[in-house]
C-alpha cells in the first residue's frame, strides 16, 4: 500500500509540475476535484490497522482529503479526489466501486385535529394522555436544515428524563450553545456540512446545528412539537399548536445548508443517528436516483431498519406526471400530499361583478382590502401568458394596478416581488392546466391571491376582452371544516415506481398543504432576502410537510407497540389508511377538476392515526426478504453488497418477481398477450385477540379475474402466522394503461386493506 502512495503523490507532482510549464500556452483543462463516496471490501483491513478510518487514509495521497469514514450505513468513506485519484482507486482491489456525490432538495395547526389527534377517546386501551406519556420513550431524528432551538414548540415542559439509552449529543456552534438550547425535548443536534462545503456549493452559514432555512425547523415540529397556544401565522390558522406527537424526543440532523444537502452528508447523519439510538428518521429531502445501491437515503435507511428504527420519507414534488415518485426503496415509508379541512377563502370581484373564489394569506393594510383598482395582464413579444419573472415587468404599465400572473417557471412568492419591485399593488396568482385547480397560500410581500385554472381562464379572458378592467380583492380569514378534504394535491409526485414497479409507490398521503408550524424568527416567511417580516410559525406546503406528519404517527405506534418491527409499523399504517373524502366520496384530484384520485397519487390511502394504532393484521417483512428483493432487480453482488454490508449473503433463493415481497400493496404487471397471470403469496401476522376470524373481500376492474386462496383467516393465539395466495388473471388483448382494485381482510373489528394497481405493458 506504501507503493500505492508514493505513486499517487508521483503522478500528483507531475501532474502539477507539466500544468505550471504549461500554463501559458496549453489549453488542458485544469483538473478539479469532486466528491466521492467509495465502498470498500471492509473485510480486507489488514489487522496492523486499528481502524478502518487509518486504512482508508492509506488509499490517498493526501490525507486530508478525506471528508467521512461511515461505521453503520456503509462500509467505506467519502473523499475530494482529482479524476486521476478516481481512476487509481478504481484500479484497486480492496475497492469494489465508487459513486460521485449527488444532491438532495427538500420537498418544500389544524392537523392533530384532522387527524382525530385531539380527542379524548381511547387509543389502543389507552387514553390521550397516557398515550401522549409512553411517546416520551420515543426518540424522533429529522434529517433537514437544522433546527430553531428558541422555538416554543421545543420546550421540555411536563417532560421526564432523558431517556438513558440515548447516546447523541448537541454540538456547539458559534450561534448554538447547548447548555442553552438543548433541553429534555431536543435532546440532540449536529451538523454535517463537509461533503456540502467540498462542492462549493455551500450557503455562507454559521457551521452550527441552527436553522438559518426554516426547513428543518417546520419539519421537525410538525412530527413532534410540544403544544404551543395561541399560534399563527399573522392571524391566519390562529389556535393551539402541536406535532403529531407532541411529547417524543427530538434529534436534529443538519445536512441542508439553504437548498444544498449533500448525499455524502447524508450518509454520515444516518450514520450517527444510528448510534445515537434514534426509534424514528423523518427525512423531507429527495434526487432522482435511479438505483438503490447508489442513493444515500436508500443506503442509510436499509441499515435503519436493520436496528429497529422506521424511516418516513417524502415522494417529492414533481406531480402529477407518473413515474415521479422518489425515496421508493419497500424499506422506507413514502409519503405523498393532500390537502386539510382548513382554507385561506379571499375573493377576486371582477369590474363586470362576477365574483370569484382563491385563496391568500394577505395581512397587510386593511385599506387595501374592497378597493377598485386597475387590472393588467402584460405580455411580451410573442408569448401569451405573464410568468412575471425577474426584470419582465415595465414599471410604467403596472404601477399603482393589480397584476395577473401565471404560475409556473419561478417561484409563487418570487412572482409577488417582482410584481412589488415594478411598483405593482396587487397580484392575482392564476393556475395553469400543469397545476389544475391545487390552491397553495402564500404569504406575499403585497395583497395577493391565488385561483385555479378554471378561475384564472376567466379572469385572463375578462383582460383580454374588457377595455377597462378592473378589480377588488377581498381578504376572508380562516375557515375549517372545508368540503371535500383530503384532495390529493397536483404537486405531490406520482407512481409507478421508477426502479421498481412491483412495489406501489407512494405508500400513504398525509396532509401537505398550508401545514401551520414552527419557523425561526429570522426567516421572513416568503424565504425572501427582502422580506423582513418576523413570525415564529409559518403557513408551507410540500411533501416535506406530509411526510413528519407520518413520522410522528409512526413515533405513536412505536410507543404503543415498542416491539414492532419498522416494516410493521409501516404496515399498520398503510393497511388502516382511509380513501374517502368527508363527503363520503372517493378522493378527488386537484390536478385535474372533478377526477378521482388513485393508488398510483394516493397509495393505500390516507393516514388514519387511531386505527394504526390497532390493525388487527400486519404484513412483517424481514431483512432476508428484502434481500431476496434486491437480487430480484439483477443488481451485481457488489452493488446489493454495498446496500447490505455483509458478506455471507446469497442470491441463491431470490424472488422470481420483485412484487413477491411481503408487501402491505400490490402493484400487478402484465405483458399484453404475453404474460397474463401473476400468482403472489402474503404472510399476515394476527396482532389483535385471540380466536381473530378475517374474511376476504375483492374489487377489481372487469378486465381481470382475481382468486384468494383460502377465503377465511382464522387465528388461534396472538403473534400467529398464516398466508394466503392471490392470483390476478388479465383478459385477452387489453389495451396498455392501468387500473385499480383493493383486497381486504375484514372482521367486526378491523379492516385491513390493500391496494391493487395493476398495468399492462407490451
Same mark, same amino acid.
Given at each position: 500500500?506504501?507503493?500505492?502512495?508514493?505513486?499517487?503523490?508521483?503522478?500528483?507532482?507531475?501532474?502539477?509540475?507539466?500544468?505550471?510549464?504549461?500554463?501559458?500556452?496549453?489549453?488542458?483543462?485544469?483538473?478539479?476535484?469532486?466528491?466521492?463516496?467509495?465502498?470498500?471490501?471492509?473485510?480486507?483491513?489488514?489487522?496492523?490497522?486499528?481502524?478502518?478510518?487509518?486504512?482508508?487514509?492509506?488509499?490517498?495521497?493526501?490525507?486530508?482529503?478525506?471528508?467521512?469514514?461511515? @461505521?453503520?450505513?456503509?462500509?467505506?468513506?467519502?473523499?475530494?479526489?482529482?479524476?486521476?485519484?478516481?481512476?487509481?482507486?478504481?484500479?484497486?482491489?480492496?475497492?469494489?466501486?465508487?459513486?460521485?456525490?449527488?444532491?438532495?432538495?427538500?420537498?418544500?395547526?389544524?392537523?392533530?385535529?384532522?387527524?382525530?389527534?385531539?380527542?379524548?377517546?381511547?387509543?389502543?386501551?389507552?387514553?390521550?394522555?397516557?398515550?401522549?406519556?409512553?411517546?416520551?420513550?420515543?426518540?424522533?431524528?429529522?434529517?433537514?436544515?437544522?433546527?430553531?432551538?428558541?422555538?416554543?414548540?421545543?420546550?421540555?415542559?411536563?417532560?421526564?428524563?432523558?431517556?438513558?439509552?440515548?447516546?447523541?449529543?448537541?454540538?456547539?456552534?458559534?450561534?448554538?450553545?447547548?447548555?442553552?438550547?438543548?433541553?429534555?425535548?431536543?435532546?440532540?443536534?449536529?451538523?454535517?456540512?463537509?461533503?456540502?462545503?467540498?462542492?462549493?456549493?455551500?450557503?455562507?452559514?454559521?457551521?452550527?446545528?441552527?436553522?438559518?432555512?426554516?426547513?428543518?425547523?417546520?419539519?421537525?415540529?410538525?412530527?413532534?412539537?410540544?403544544?404551543?397556544?395561541?399560534?399563527?401565522?399573522?392571524?391566519?390558522?390562529?389556535?393551539?399548536?402541536?406535532?403529531?406527537?407532541?411529547?417524543?424526543?427530538?434529534?436534529?440532523?443538519?445536512?441542508?445548508?439553504?437548498?444544498?444537502?449533500?448525499?455524502?452528508?447524508?450518509?454520515?447523519?444516518?450514520?450517527?443517528?444510528?448510534?445515537?439510538?434514534?426509534?424514528?428518521?423523518?427525512?423531507?429531502?429527495?434526487?432522482?436516483?435511479?438505483?438503490?445501491?447508489?442513493?444515500?437515503?436508500?443506503?442509510?435507511?436499509?441499515?435503519?431498519?436493520?436496528?429497529?428504527?422506521?424511516?418516513?420519507?417524502?415522494?417529492?414534488?414533481?406531480?402529477?406526471?407518473?413515474?415521479?415518485?422518489?425515496?421508493?426503496?419497500?424499506?422506507?415509508?413514502?409519503?405523498?400530499?393532500?390537502?386539510?379541512?382548513?382554507?385561506?377563502?379571499?375573493?377576486?370581484?371582477?369590474?363586470?361583478?362576477?365574483?370569484?373564489?382563491?385563496?391568500?394569506?394577505?395581512?397587510?393594510?386593511?385599506?387595501?382590502?374592497?378597493?377598485?383598482?386597475?387590472?393588467?395582464?402584460?405580455?411580451?413579444?410573442?408569448?401569451?401568458?405573464?410568468?412575471?419573472?425577474?426584470?419582465?415587468?415595465?414599471?410604467?404599465?403596472?404601477?399603482?394596478?393589480?397584476?395577473?400572473?401565471?404560475?409556473?417557471?419561478?417561484?409563487?412568492?418570487?412572482?409577488?416581488? !417582482?410584481?412589488?419591485?415594478?411598483?405593482?399593488?396587487?397580484?392575482?396568482?392564476?393556475?395553469?392546466?400543469?397545476?389544475?385547480?391545487?390552491?397553495?397560500?402564500?404569504?406575499?410581500?403585497?395583497?395577493?391571491?391565488?385561483?385555479?385554472?378554471?378561475?384564472?381562464?376567466?379572469?385572463?379572458?375578462?383582460?383580454?376582452?374588457?377595455?377597462?378592467?378592473?378589480?377588488?380583492?377581498?381578504?376572508?380569514?380562516?375557515?375549517?371544516?372545508?368540503?371535500?378534504?383530503?384532495?390529493?394535491?397536483?404537486?405531490?409526485?406520482?407512481?409507478?415506481?421508477?426502479?421498481?414497479?412491483?412495489?406501489?409507490?407512494?405508500?400513504?398521503?398525509?396532509?401537505?398543504?398550508?401545514?401551520?408550524?414552527?419557523?425561526?424568527?429570522?426567516?421572513?416567511?416568503?424565504?425572501?432576502?427582502?422580506?423582513?417580516?418576523?413570525?415564529?410559525?409559518?403557513?408551507?406546503?410540500?411533501?416535506?410537510?406530509?411526510?413528519?406528519?407520518?413520522?410522528?404517527?409512526?413515533?405513536?405506534?412505536?410507543?404503543?407497540?415498542?416491539?414492532?418491527?419498522?416494516?410493521?409499523?409501516?404496515?399498520?399504517?398503510?393497511?388502516?389508511?382511509?380513501?374517502?373524502? @368527508?363527503?363520503?366520496?372517493?378522493?378527488?384530484?386537484?390536478?385535474?377538476?372533478?377526477?378521482?384520485?388513485?393508488?398510483?397519487?394516493?397509495?393505500?390511502?390516507?393516514?388514519?392515526?387511531?386505527?394504526?394504532?390497532?390493525?388487527?393484521?400486519?404484513?412483517?417483512?424481514?431483512?432476508?426478504?428484502?434481500?431476496?428483493?434486491?437480487?430480484?432487480?439483477?443488481?451485481?453482488?457488489?452493488?446489493?453488497?454495498?446496500?447490505?454490508?455483509?458478506?455471507?449473503?446469497?442470491?441463491? @433463493?431470490?424472488?422470481?418477481?420483485?412484487?413477491?415481497?411481503?408487501?402491505?400493496?400490490?402493484?400487478?404487471?402484465?405483458?399484453?398477450?404475453?404474460?397474463?397471470?401473476?400468482?403472489?403469496?402474503?404472510?399476515?401476522?394476527?396482532?389483535?385477540?385471540?380466536?381473530?376470524?378475517?374474511?376476504?373481500?375483492?374489487?377489481?376492474?372487469?378486465?381481470?379475474?382475481?382468486? !384468494?386462496?383460502?377465503?377465511?383467516?382464522?387465528?388461534?393465539?396472538?403473534?400467529?402466522?398464516?398466508?394466503?395466495?392471490?392470483?390476478?388473471?388479465?383478459?385477452?388483448?387489453?389495451?396498455?394503461? @392501468?387500473?385499480?382494485?383493493?383486497?381486504?381482510?375484514?372482521?367486526?373489528?378491523?379492516?385491513?386493506?390493500?391496494?391493487?394497481?395493476?398495468?399492462?405493458?407490451?
Amino acid at each position: 500500500m506504501g507503493a500505492l502512495i508514493t505513486l499517487l503523490s508521483t503522478i500528483n507532482i507531475l501532474l502539477l509540475l507539466f500544468l505550471f510549464l504549461n500554463s501559458s500556452t496549453s489549453s488542458l483543462p485544469i483538473p478539479t476535484k469532486k466528491t466521492y463516496i467509495v465502498h470498500m471490501k471492509h473485510h480486507l483491513k489488514p489487522p496492523h490497522f486499528s481502524t478502518h478510518q487509518e486504512w482508508y487514509k492509506t488509499h490517498l495521497s493526501n490525507q486530508n482529503s478525506l471528508l467521512y469514514t461511515y @461505521n453503520m450505513v456503509y462500509n467505506g468513506f467519502a473523499a475530494t479526489l482529482y479524476p486521476h485519484e478516481v481512476e487509481i482507486l478504481r484500479q484497486s482491489k480492496t475497492v469494489i466501486n465508487i459513486y460521485e456525490d449527488t444532491f438532495y432538495i427538500p420537498q418544500t395547526t389544524r392537523t392533530p385535529e384532522f387527524l382525530g389527534l385531539d380527542k379524548t377517546n381511547f387509543f389502543a386501551g389507552r387514553t390521550l394522555p397516557e398515550l401522549n406519556n409512553a411517546a416520551q420513550d420515543v426518540i424522533i431524528g429529522v434529517l433537514d436544515s437544522g433546527v430553531w432551538p428558541e422555538s416554543n414548540s421545543f420546550n421540555d415542559v411536563g417532560m421526564s428524563s432523558v431517556p438513558s439509552r440515548w447516546r447523541g449529543k448537541c454540538e456547539r456552534g458559534l450561534d448554538f450553545d447547548p447548555d442553552l438550547h438543548c433541553n429534555r425535548k431536543l435532546i440532540g443536534a449536529v451538523y454535517f456540512a463537509e461533503g456540502c462545503k467540498a462542492s462549493g456549493s455551500c450557503s455562507k452559514e454559521v457551521e452550527s446545528p441552527r436553522d438559518h432555512n426554516g426547513h428543518g425547523t417546520h419539519t421537525a415540529s410538525t412530527a413532534a412539537g410540544s403544544i404551543v397556544a395561541n399560534a399563527s401565522l399573522f392571524g391566519y390558522a390562529k389556535g393551539t399548536a402541536r406535532g403529531m406527537a407532541p411529547q417524543a424526543r427530538l434529534a436534529s440532523y443538519k445536512v441542508c445548508w439553504n437548498e444544498t444537502c449533500a448525499g455524502s452528508d447524508i450518509l454520515a447523519a444516518f450514520d450517527r443517528a444510528i448510534m445515537d439510538g434514534v426509534d424514528v428518521l423523518s427525512v423531507s429531502l429527495s434526487n432522482n436516483a435511479t438505483t438503490y445501491y447508489s442513493d444515500p437515503i436508500a443506503l442509510g435507511a436499509f441499515a435503519a431498519i436493520e436496528k429497529g428504527i422506521l424511516v418516513s420519507c417524502s415522494a417529492g414534488n414533481a406531480g402529477p406526471w407518473e413515474s415521479t415518485v422518489v425515496n421508493t426503496a419497500p424499506w422506507v415509508i413514502t409519503v405523498g400530499a393532500a390537502t386539510l379541512d382548513r382554507d385561506f377563502p379571499a375573493t377576486v370581484t371582477l369590474g363586470n361583478g362576477q365574483k370569484l373564489q382563491g385563496v391568500s394569506l394577505y395581512s397587510g393594510k386593511i385599506e387595501m382590502e374592497n378597493k377598485l383598482l386597475t387590472l393588467v395582464y402584460p405580455q411580451g413579444g410573442n408569448s401569451s401568458s405573464n410568468l412575471c419573472l425577474r426584470g419582465s415587468l415595465d414599471p410604467s404599465t403596472v404601477s399603482g394596478k393589480v397584476v395577473l400572473c401565471d404560475r409556473g417557471a419561478n417561484d409563487r412568492v418570487e412572482k409577488g416581488l !417582482v410584481v412589488k419591485e415594478a411598483d405593482g399593488v396587487g397580484m392575482i396568482l392564476a393556475n395553469t392546466p400543469e397545476t389544475g385547480e391545487e390552491l397553495l397560500a402564500d404569504s406575499h410581500l403585497l395583497p395577493a391571491v391565488a385561483v385555479g385554472r378554471k378561475v384564472g381562464d376567466v379572469i385572463r379572458e375578462y383582460v383580454k376582452t374588457e377595455s377597462n378592467p378592473t378589480v377588488v380583492l377581498s381578504f376572508g380569514g380562516t375557515v375549517v371544516k372545508v368540503k371535500p378534504s383530503p384532495v390529493v394535491v397536483t404537486f405531490s409526485s406520482r407512481g409507478p415506481n421508477p426502479i421498481a414497479p412491483q412495489i406501489l409507490k407512494p405508500d400513504v398521503i398525509g396532509p401537505g398543504v398550508n401545514i401551520l408550524a414552527a419557523w425561526p424568527e429570522t426567516v421572513g416567511p416568503t424565504s425572501l432576502d427582502v422580506d423582513t417580516r418576523k413570525t415564529s410559525f409559518n403557513i408551507v406546503s410540500g411533501t416535506s410537510m406530509s411526510c413528519p406528519h407520518v413520522t410522528g404517527v409512526a413515533a405513536l405506534v412505536k410507543a404503543v407497540h415498542p416491539e414492532w418491527s419498522p416494516s410493521a409499523i409501516k404496515s399498520a399504517i398503510m393497511t388502516t389508511a382511509y380513501t374517502r373524502d @368527508n363527503t363520503n366520496s372517493s378522493f378527488r384530484d386537484s390536478a385535474q377538476d372533478g377526477t378521482f384520485s388513485n393508488p398510483f397519487a394516493h397509495g393505500s390511502g390516507h393516514v388514519n392515526p387511531q386505527k394504526a394504532l390497532s390493525p388487527g393484521l400486519i404484513y412483517d417483512i424481514r431483512i432476508q426478504d428484502h434481500i431476496k428483493f434486491l437480487c430480484s432487480l439483477d443488481y451485481s453482488m457488489d452493488e446489493i453488497q454495498s446496500i447490505v454490508k455483509r458478506l455471507n449473503f446469497t442470491c441463491a @433463493n431470490k424472488f422470481a418477481d420483485a412484487g413477491q415481497i411481503n408487501y402491505p400493496s400490490f402493484s400487478v404487471l402484465f405483458r399484453i398477450n404475453l404474460k397474463r397471470v401473476v400468482r403472489y403469496t402474503r404472510e399476515v401476522t394476527n396482532v389483535g385477540a385471540a380466536g381473530s376470524v378475517y374474511e376476504v373481500a375483492i374489487d377489481a376492474p372487469s378486465s381481470v379475474t382475481v382468486t !384468494v386462496k383460502p377465503e377465511k383467516l382464522v387465528f388461534k393465539k396472538v403473534g400467529e402466522k398464516l398466508h394466503y395466495t392471490v392470483t390476478f388473471v388479465s383478459k385477452k388483448d387489453v389495451k396498455p394503461g @392501468n387500473a385499480f382494485g383493493w383486497i381486504s381482510w375484514k372482521n367486526a373489528e378491523n379492516e385491513v386493506r390493500s391496494p391493487v394497481a395493476y398495468s399492462w405493458m407490451t
